[in-house]
């Protein structure tokens, strides 16, 4: 049964591997085409080709995390196809491996799929899109923008709150432009702080460059706005640089972690994290994909087709996959509009897979 696994192992790895190589070619051709728009303009001065592929080799992580669990089924499918196109698999029928030996197998080799991915999506990922973008800085001194004003965050400390906009990071992790807008138990602006930029350390940010106004509304005569200048304000809050990342950009690029410490950052300032808790239980459940995947493989080692080739087959793997990974995003978007169950939402497509690949395994594995 070792000589077994090894053979199939071995292929799987090899097939996946060679799949993952062409969607990634793909990938990098398009972003580096995209790219070419920016090399030269003056105000990207520096930025040149070397730059440009750089950056785009930085946004390979990326493209793997979201395509391995269709390269693990394309990849699956053409080894299951071919070893029962030649016959091999079913000499390996006769030899004792049955359908429940086969998905253990499977499963087996699955499991290192969803480990991969979890760990690229996890921590290589999000380390190579941030340096993506850091290099991008260097030439456009930007590092994101959310529309036109930012991105908000709220922070509540006893019975004031506060609302924080942060225009944009810049190089070093700095943050530029931050306004801090105060707010009394009653609900009144109190007091509104701008600095030129800041930088987040744990429990504070150090403003640098700021101007602080205060709003004395007490009596309607004495209603008064005094301004303040101060080079640099120590600010107590729990707000960290990793919050602003995820405001900034986008949630599925963050790490599970993160993103959970900025739900319950969320939800303890009284404001929605839906969008952000489909986007953790999706981090959760997408890795436990190539599982499903790997399943929905295996039936095809049981097909017959000695004259016809497995052109077919692999075709069909790739529009399985494609519909999957839309599916998905489809689920996410409805999930955010519909308010359903995040976890509901993020494991629906992977429950739907499972029952066809249950159904297949069942139908032409078992019954046939």
């Given at each position: 049964?070792?000589?077994?696994?090894?053979?199939?192992?071995?292929e799987v790895a090899?097939?996946?591997a060679f799949v993952a190589l062409g969607f990634l070619s793909l990938f990098f051709f398009f972003d580096f085409v995209d790219e070419l728009q920016s090399i030269g303009r003056p105000e990207t001065l520096g930025y040149g080709g070397a730059q440009a592929l750089l950056y785009v080799a930085l946004l390979i992580p990326s493209h793997l995390y979201d395509l391995l669990p269709i390269a693990v089924l394309i990849g699956t499918i053409f080894v299951m196809a071919r070893l029962a196109q030649s016959s091999e698999f079913t000499i390996l029928r006769t030899s004792g491996l049955g359908p429940w030996r086969a998905l253990r197998a499977l499963l087996i080799l699955g499991l290192s799929f969803v480990v991969l991915t979890f760990a690229i999506g996890d921590y290589v990922a999000p380390l190579s899109d941030r340096t993506a973008q850091l290099l991008k800085v260097r030439y456009q001194n930007i590092f994101s923008l959310v529309g036109n004003t930012g991105a908000w965050l709220k922070e509540r400390q006893g019975d004031t709150s506060y609302a924080v906009n942060v225009a944009t990071m810049g190089r070093g992790g700095e943050l530029k432009e931050p306004r801090i807008i105060e707010f009394d138990s009653k609900g009144f602006i109190t007091s509104q702080t701008t600095a030129a930029s800041a930088h987040a350390s744990d429990g504070h940010w150090t403003l640098v460059d700021v101007s602080r106004e205060e709003y004395d509304t007490r009596g309607s005569g004495n209603a008064r706005i005094v301004t303040t200048k101060i080079p640099m304000v120590e600010w107590p809050t729990s707000?960290?640089?990793?919050?602003?990342?995820?405001?900034?950009?986008r949630p599925d690029?963050?790490?599970?972690?993160?993103?959970?410490?900025y739900i319950r950052h969320l939800e303890a300032n009284g404001q929605t994290a839906q969008r952000y808790e489909i986007e953790f239980w999706r981090?959760?459940?997408y890795p436990l994909s190539c599982l499903v995947m790997v399943v929905l493989a295996l039936p095809f080692a049981y097909l017959h087709f000695r004259q016809s080739g497995i052109t077919t087959y692999v075709f069909v793997g790739v529009m399985i996959g494609i519909s999957f990974f839309l599916l998905n995003n489809v689920f996410g978007y409805l999930g955010n509009l519909g308010n359903w169950l995040p976890w509901m939402?993020?494991?629906a497509p992977g429950l739907i897979y499972s029952v066809m690949s249950l159904g297949a395994f069942t139908w032409l594995v078992l019954r046939r």
């Open positions: 049964m070792k000589t077994i696994r090894r053979l199939i192992y071995v090899k097939a996946v707000l960290t640089s990793e919050m602003v990342s995820v405001a900034l950009l690029r963050m790490r599970t972690l993160d993103l959970f410490d981090k959760v459940f939402t993020a494991a």
